[in-house]
């Protein structure tokens, strides 16, 4: 008896495509994973840094100055013109909205979107306003930590921007140029996430950003073991035994 390493052109197909995409989907995962370690490493810095009295700022360095994840205090009023919710937002594994105002920076023509926190449906009616959406436009200090606009994502068949009240608009995807079309509000390109408990009738549960990098490398260690199993499963099987005294 003798074996010989004798591979069915189906198998040696098969493993020529899957363990390649396995090991790129592996670094792939391993990518995303860097990316929240440098995120966090980002906010961990910025975090740390005294917090900034943001209306003293001139415009200039409101726009060209990397202010992602700096702890804030503004002086000046909110507008009551429009609302703005962000569709598709959990908590607790309840639905809801994520609930924006904007807010006029004293001693500047610059607004910034506050995202007062998160809104639950009202009876899981969709054609509902939550309560409370109301905000109070006397010159007020609010306080909290700036970041990116939420990431715009792609759309299928469905309006980006949508009139569920004069003055309050329900949106899938946070798209400042689609929001200034709609509105005519000029904004920064940082949302301010309220202080939690900063007066607010909503929930302010923020997630720190950067988390589930070890869930990333746990997905690139699937994905490398896979393609390790499909290799290992190629060579068992492609290994046949003969006979010694077969013709």
Known sequence: MFTRFKPSLIGTVAVLIL???????GFWQMGRAEEK???????????????????????YALNETDLNWRKVTID???LDNFQLLLDNQTYKGHSGYAVFAPFKIANSQQILWINRGWTSLV?????????????DTT?????????????ALFQLGEEPIEALHAQVFRIQTFDLYQISKRTGIQALR???KLD??????FVQEWTLPGTGEEK???????WFSFAGAAFVIYLILGFKRYSSNKP
Do not use: M, W
């Open 190 to 192: 940082y949302v301010l």
């Open 37 to 59: 370690h440098k995120l966090q490493t980002h906010y961990t810095q910025q975090s740390q840094l005294p917090v900034l009295k943001l209306d003293t700022l001139p415009d």
């Open 19 to 25: 363990c390649p995409l396995f090991i790129r989907l």
């Open 216 to 222: 990333h490398y746990g997905y690139a260690f699937q």
């Open 76 to 78: 000046g009023q909110y």
């Open 139 to 151: 010159p007020q200090r609010i306080q909290g930590t700036l970041s990116p606009t939420p990431p």
């Open 123 to 135: 009876n899981y009616d969709r054609n509902v306003l939550p309560p409370n959406l109301e905000v």
């Open 196 to 201: 939690s408990g900063d007066n607010s009738r």
